[in-house]
């Protein structure tokens, strides 16, 4: 799984990051993080409002940052 | 089926618990409006007219009513705005013309969700679809202009005039500075990679088809972050409000910015310019340079001055403007705001 964090390095990405590394962790999966900063490749995701999550190329969440436990249904049902 | 059968309880449950924290707040926005003469007076036994009894007064009294506005306006603002969002508001702009494009974006940068932090995704995505460049500014710049904390707080604490005029001037300077931009030949002085960008796949809408157990979640996450981001900048706020409140001579300000000085707007944006606070950080010091007889008008352009131009989201926008556009940006903004501040100073005098 190759997850992707979208964000140009503010504070709510950052959350992001550290809620995502969270929820990986309590579901076990191997899965790869990258951060993604470079804006024209943020847009080109269609992302708009950031923080956004990429999950094996596919856009499942933008612009909030969610609890752990949302993240973890996101994760799952991938 | 499990969901419709789910959702009549779990809605009851939401009732109550809405319910039961609307009480409680109103509750706790009574008590602090009585609580501290009685504290301070018969309690602490200080002399109810002495500068330090004033000061503290101002203090304590307006942290607890601020941070109880706060908590109110940011729930109630988030779960009305979470039926927007940016993408909505992208495709509501598409195609259009300058003019009528620049009033619609001007309003949409008032009722859409969106964090200055996402200025420059959502101006890329605007012009990647076609959207004019002053019609994004206008979005751009109506966006933090027109703060919904700001517009709640002047409605608490000032009343519904002031509060529609602050609305009607920021969303006048948002039509016409992105108006005004837009005819200048923006486009000039875009980072040329904003054009080449397309976007790519799916447009994700953030918040359609969330439930409204999740939209008050959200509510309930953004009071939390948003407590957490400026409570220091209320508190200095407030400070500096109680020492002003308590301790500043009456003319102090009324010689450099009162009714009397013709400069004092101008004097007012000068000074908001480089401060860098927020809507609720500001809000305590222009209660208190009230009280201490400046003008609405001076005041209304101070803060409009101190949320719509600030450098951290200036250095942001570096990155897709161009120096001459951004310096063109502060010049129209900055001088839309002097306007406005002397209109409202003739017109509320």
Redesign the interface.
């Known amino acids: 799984m190759i997850i992707k964090v979208l964000?140009?390095g503010?504070?709510?990405c950052k959350t992001l990051e550290r809620v995502t590394r969270e929820a990986v962790a309590e579901l076990g999966v191997e899965a790869t993080i990258e951060k993604v900063e470079d804006?024209?490749t943020?847009?080109?995701?269609?992302?708009?409002?950031?923080p956004?999550l990429v999950v094996d190329e596919k856009?499942v969440?933008?612009?909030?940052?969610p609890?752990t436990a949302e993240v973890r249904e996101l994760l799952a049902s991938a | 089926m499990s969901v419709t059968a789910a959702l009549p309880r779990s809605r009851r449950g939401l009732g109550l618990a809405l319910g039961g924290a609307a009480a409680l707040w109103t509750a706790a926005y009574w008590l602090n409006g009585r609580l501290w003469d009685r504290v301070l007076h018969d309690w602490a036994g200080l002399a109810p007219e002495a500068r330090v009894t004033e000061t503290v007064h101002f203090f304590l009294y307006d942290s607890i009513k601020i941070a109880l506005l706060l908590v109110g306006i940011v729930f109630v603002v988030t779960v009305l705005r979470s039926y927007m969002s940016v993408e909505r508001t992208r495709a509501l702009l598409g195609g259009r013309r300058e003019g009528v494009g620049n009033v619609m974006a001007a309003g949409l940068g008032v009722v859409t969700p969106f964090c200055s932090c996402s200025a420059v995704p959502a101006f890329i995505g605007f012009v990647a679809a076609g959207v004019p460049i002053g019609v994004t500014m206008s979005f751009l710049i109506a966006s933090p202009l027109v703060n919904e904390i700001a517009v709640g707080l002047l409605l608490s604490l000032f009343g519904w005039e002031i509060a529609a005029v602050y609305v009607g001037a920021g969303l006048g300077i948002a039509i016409v500075a992105g108006w005004v931009l837009g005819r200048l030949g923006a486009e000039r002085w875009v980072e040329p990679f904003v054009f080449q960008t397309t976007l790519g796949g799916q447009v994700v809408d953030t918040t359609a088809g969330l439930r409204f157990d999740q939209r008050v979640q959200m509510g309930v996450e953004e009071v939390g972050t948003i407590l957490r981001k400026i409570w220091p900048y209320l508190l200095v706020g407030i400070g500096v409000g109680a020492l002003i409140h308590g301790w500043a001579p009456e003319d102090l300000f009324t010689t450099y910015a009162g009714p009397g000085n013709a400069f004092g707007v101008l004097v007012a944006v000068l000074v908001g310019i480089p401060l860098y606070s927020n809507a609720a950080g500001i809000m305590p010091l222009v209660e208190a340079l009230h009280d201490k007889g400046l003008p609405m008008g001076t005041l209304l352009a101070f803060m409009m001055a101190v949320v719509a131009l600030s450098l951290p989201e200036l250095i942001l926008l570096r990155r897709v403007l161009k120096l001459p556009l951004l310096a063109a940006f502060v010049a129209v903004v900055g001088t839309g705001i002097v306007a406005v501040g002397y209109l409202f100073n003739a017109l509320l005098a």
């Open positions: 964000g140009p503010c504070q709510n804006y024209p943020i847009v080109g995701y269609g992302v708009m409002s950031t956004a856009v969440l933008a612009g909030r940052v609890r």
